[in-house]
């Protein structure tokens, strides 16, 4: 295992794959490779790997760790934003509003799980209805216009800072960096690893288990929230279905990027290079007019073929003598 916590040879693959798959589709039809274009893939890329980030610490943690209620934190922060937003407040305090609501949703996940000790499976599948069941309580079921919103708003969607999308610069690459220091560079991140490798060596040690899980469930619906809040900018409407195939693509693309779905192993590193992999294949499906029923299987294929090609690798470096 790399210190980074994934596997040597996957971001190797991830990279490989990354350039084949855009090479490929640019030899059908070269303008994909356009400006334009690739900072679509990267406009897309940004809020699902924003969520992808936060269910990198839920997993990594262990316990069978996972939140199936990250698409529905998006969708109810989005339409909690277009309400305060509606209701005249100034776009900042609807932002905070919407971030705050995120932290809250998380908290709820981490009370189930850490607290009253239910399955992370059964807990965030029940936060998933009812999140997505207020979010139609809160809109009628009906999209929030957003077009008439502060342009300074929008922009946190629709603007570039230095001809790259805003998004990509001010938002998604500092909440990596974070992270990414938190996981492998702070206390926090320690105990993290030792919680999903071994819960009981870990309490030993003196770590307090279910404070590290749930602040990992903490994290993740605050980016959910982030998320949200970038793709109502984005699209100028707060949608109460925002983020419904969120749920399941973050937590393909985590297991992409080398993070063990038993927790105690994985990066963010690897979680962000997995996002580019995804963003580009599920643009140019698109791109190519490709029936959308088939892409998640793609995407599945693809998270297969990565680990079928890394396991023949992993067990040659096993049996290697060791210097």
Request: proline content about 4%; charged content about 10%.
């Amino acid at each position: 295992m790399h210190a980074s916590g994934f596997e040597r040879t996957r971001p190797v693959l991830l990279l490989a794959m990354a350039v084949l798959a855009l090479l490929g589709f640019a030899i059908g039809h070269p303008a994909i490779l356009s400006g334009a274009n690739l900072s679509s893939m990267a406009v897309f890329g940004v809020e699902i790997g924003m969520i992808a980030l936060g269910q990198t610490f839920v997993i990594c943690g262990g316990d069978t760790g996972i939140d199936l209620s990250v698409g529905a934190t998006m969708a109810l922060s989005q339409v909690i934003l277009g309400r305060l937003l509606h209701g005249g407040l100034p776009w900042p305090v609807a932002v905070g509003g919407a971030l705050a609501s995120g932290l809250a949703l998380g908290g709820v996940n981490a009370a189930a799980v850490s607290r009253f000790r239910i399955p992370p499976i059964i807990a965030t599948l029940a936060t998933l209805f009812a999140y997505d069941g207020l979010a139609l309580v809160v809109t009628g079921g009906v999209n929030i216009d957003l077009t008439k919103s502060p342009p300074a708003f929008l922009a946190i969607g629709q603007g570039t800072l230095a001809g790259l999308p805003f998004q990509l610069l001010a938002l998604y690459l500092p909440l990596l960096a974070v992270f990414a220091f938190v996981q492998h560079g702070t206390r926090y991140g320690r105990a993290l690893y030792l919680t999903g490798t071994n819960d009981r060596a870990a309490t030993l040690a003196g770590v307090r288990v279910a404070r590290v899980r749930g602040w990992a469930y903490v994290a993740a619906g605050l980016v959910a929230a982030i998320a949200g809040v970038v793709s109502a900018a984005r699209l100028g409407t707060a949608r109460p279905d925002a983020g419904a195939q969120a749920n399941l693509i973050s937590i393909a693309i985590v297991v992409l990027g080398g993070t063990g779905i038993f927790g105690g192993t994985g990066s963010v590193i690897g979680t962000a290079m997995a996002t580019v992999v995804i963003a580009i294949v599920d643009y140019g499906l698109s791109y190519n007019d490709f029936n959308p029923i088939y892409q998640a299987g793609v995407i599945g294929t693809i998270l297969i073929a990565v680990i079928l090609i890394e396991t023949p690798f992993v067990a040659w470096r096993a049996r290697r003598p060791r210097a």
